[in-house]
């Protein structure tokens, strides 16, 4: 999870409107275009009973809703590596990579607290279909956003670093 400061931080950069590498706007229509186009896919996929859809789609938008906390830590921890790439020291760059491991473990325990939810109201195999679904979905996001991110070596003009601990 992003530790207190950073949060912080980027809460007053939010209410000072600060200049970020990846601007406000575009990181929200990102997002937005991201959960319409990931739910299109499950109903696309997910092949429900009218029954089954009246129970399932508000288990559903609960989850995503869960799912939106956890990723606005997540786009944030992009916004912060963004506009600080090229000047991440060693320890800066360690706890990047802490704080992004916390946020795929915060998915994988939401996931794992709404498999029984999903369980009530859908047979098993269409639970297991739609984390399926969303797992393959959420990997092609995450594909998608990190391929776009510049490794955190590249930043330094040579490629190695003379000292472990800048």
């Known amino acids: 999870m992003l530790s207190g400061a950073t949060a912080h931080a980027q809460a007053i950069a939010q209410e000072q409107g600060a200049t970020h590498a990846i601007s406000n706007q575009d990181m929200?229509?990102?997002?937005?275009?991201?959960?319409?186009?990931?739910?299109q896919l499950i109903a696309a996929n997910l092949k429900?009973?009218?029954?089954?859809?009246?129970?399932?789609?508000?288990?559903?938008?609960?989850?995503i809703a869960e799912l939106i906390t956890i990723n606005d830590r997540k786009f944030g921890l992009i916004q912060e590596y963004a506009d600080n790439w090229g000047k991440m020291t060693n320890d800066q760059s360690l706890l990047f990579?802490?704080?992004?491991l916390d946020m795929d473990i915060a998915i994988s325990q939401l996931?794992?607290?709404?498999?029984?939810?999903?369980?009530?109201?859908?047979?098993?195999?269409?639970?297991?279909?739609?984390?399926?679904?969303?797992r393959r979905i959420a990997m092609m996001?995450?594909?998608q956003v990190s391929s776009q991110m510049p490794l955190v070596q590249d930043q330094e003009s040579g490629g190695h670093s003379s000292s472990r601990n800048q």
Do not use: C
């Open 28 to 39: 929200d229509l990102l997002r937005k275009d991201l959960r319409s186009k990931r739910k």
């Open 141 to 143: 996001m995450d594909l």
């Open 111 to 134: 996931r794992q607290k709404y498999v029984p939810m999903v369980a009530k109201v859908l047979e098993g195999k269409k639970t297991a279909t739609f984390f399926q679904l969303d």
């Open 97 to 100: 990579t802490r704080n992004w």
């Open 48 to 63: 429900l009973t009218d029954v089954e859809a009246a129970k399932f789609w508000p288990v559903y938008d609960q989850y």
